[in-house]
């Protein structure tokens, strides 16, 4: 662009797409950077543009007419001179000054190579999406055993499978399209692992009925499991795994309402590849160090708050998509499109949509907001998963923290939040920064917070070079 951005756009997934289109439909001209080399996030993650005819993951998708649309939406702004679309970014720190937000990233278009980039504009719009949630057991830091979402991405990505006898376990609606995709590749998926119980939706009703395109996927998920021969077992954990340079089986057991292994249950299953997720956890990196507000999920996660139009609590900035809450696709095309409705009525622009069309964008995000916290509600995580775990079982991997070690920094030492327990025991100063064992080292504090993730000033690694490169452009 010729002019300076009225907007800034982090995040290129369902959201932040959506937030794009609108903003651009209504006349502003927008900055959408992402960490991926091209738009769609995780939700719409494809493999590489020159291996796309030859992997074929069309089936793996879903609203790819919404997808296309979007993208058009994009390009027509990027030929009309409105958008910049930046792939590749990597933001590592955003600030507010003088009424405008400054965004440090790295240009990693042409890696090995990094070069430093800093953006501005008035208006901030964060979609960063959210990264599976983890919970350790025996096993879990063999290789093989991944997360549902790296399955999930390998797939989407590559058409590759991690493995050709596969267990899947956690909870959530997530498991089904996982082990369905995986199934129609020729996998044995040989067991589905559902830490909950199916009839727990009968208790909430009124979100499932007002939205019958979830449950049809669900049923049709369903039938996909049963064609491919694939057992589903609910109230049903991986509770172990086994293996020397690589997993070669698993221990699932039936839990108690509570989450405790029932004795006596016990099984081992022979695999070769483990997906394990347990929901998600918002991307809030960006937002914490700018100071907004946030509140507690019922899904156990602190989230950022918003207004009815996505509004943080810090002027000129908004959210959208799983960062104000895990909600699936639809929802955050919907927060996306109010969210940039409400950057433009906030400044000179008219707001689009508006009257009706901005009506039903807003009973969209109340619908499938309810949905969501239906869904937490009947998938929560484990009371008593903690009892899973030895003394010995690594729960910070990067900094090989024990969970013998995170108890006795809590029953010795008085740590009462995986902020103290860092303190105590390295848990979470590693490579991942306490994105992968923070909620587990939460739980294991034993505390009733939601969990919220430390605040950092850096929010991605970045090396000694970009950062020179940046001080160099000063």
């Keep these: 662009m010729t002019e300076p951005a009225d907007l800034l756009v982090v995040g290129a997934g369902p959201a932040g797409m959506a937030a794009t289109a609108t903003a651009l439909a209504g006349g502003l001209r927008v900055v959408l950077a992402d960490s991926g080399t091209t738009a769609g996030g995780q939700y719409w993650r494809h493999p590489p543009e020159p291996a796309r005819a030859a992997i074929p993951t069309g089936d793996l998708h879903h609203g790819l007419g919404a997808y296309r649309t979007l993208t058009e939406a994009l390009s027509t702004g990027r030929d009309r001179g409105r958008l910049d679309l930046r792939p590749a970014h990597h933001v590592w720190s955003v600030t507010r000054e003088d009424d405008a937000f400054t965004v440090h990233a790295v240009d990693r278009r042409h890696a090995p190579e990094e070069s430093a980039v800093t953006l501005r504009a008035p208006r901030l719009l964060v979609a960063t999406g959210a990264y599976d949630r983890q919970l350790p057991f025996p096993g879990w830091d063999l290789p093989g055993v991944l997360t549902i979402g790296g399955l999930q991405a390998l797939l989407k990505g590559g058409g590759v499978t991690a493995g050709r006898r596969v267990a899947l376990g956690g909870t959530g609606p997530f498991l089904l399209p996982v082990a369905a995709g995986l199934a129609a590749r020729g996998v044995e998926v040989v067991v589905v692992c559902e830490a909950a119980h199916p009839l727990a939706w009968l208790r909430h009703p009124g979100p499932l009925l007002r939205n019958p395109a979830k449950w049809a996927e669900g049923a049709r998920y369903g039938a996909a499991l049963a064609r491919h021969g694939v057992r589903f077992r609910p109230r049903t954990a991986i509770v172990g795994a086994e293996g020397t340079d690589r997993v070669t089986s698993v221990r699932i057991a039936s839990l108690t309402p509570g989450g405790a292994p029932r004795p006596g249950t016990g099984r081992r299953v022979d695999v070769d590849a483990v997906g394990v997720g347990w929901g998600f956890a918002p991307q809030l990196d960006l937002l914490t160090p700018l100071g907004c507000a946030l509140t507690d999920a019922a899904d156990g996660n602190a989230v950022v708050t918003v207004d009815d139009g996505q509004r943080t609590t810090v002027p000129g900035l908004y959210a959208a998509g799983e960062v104000c809450g895990v909600g699936g696709a639809p929802l ?143």
């Design 332 to 474: 955050a095309l919907a927060e996306g499109r109010l969210a940039a409705a409400s950057v433009l009525a906030d400044g000179p622009a008219p707001p689009v949509p508006r009257g009706r069309r901005l009506a039903a964008v807003r009973a969209t995000v109340a619908r499938h907001r309810a949905f969501a916290r239906a869904m937490a509600l009947a998938h929560p995580l484990p009371a008593a998963w903690p009892a899973w775990l030895t003394d010995e079982t690594v729960v910070c991997r990067c900094e090989e923290v024990t969970a013998g070690a995170v108890r006795a920094a809590c029953a010795e030492d008085g740590a009462h939040d995986h902020r103290q327990v860092k303190q105590l025991t390295r848990a979470g100063m590693g490579w991942c920064q306490g994105r992968v064992c923070g909620p587990a080292v939460h739980c294991l504090a034993a505390t009733d917070r939601a969990y919220e993730p430390a605040e950092r000033l850096i929010a991605t690694p970045v090396t000694l070079g970009a950062l020179a490169d940046l001080d160099a452009r000063r």
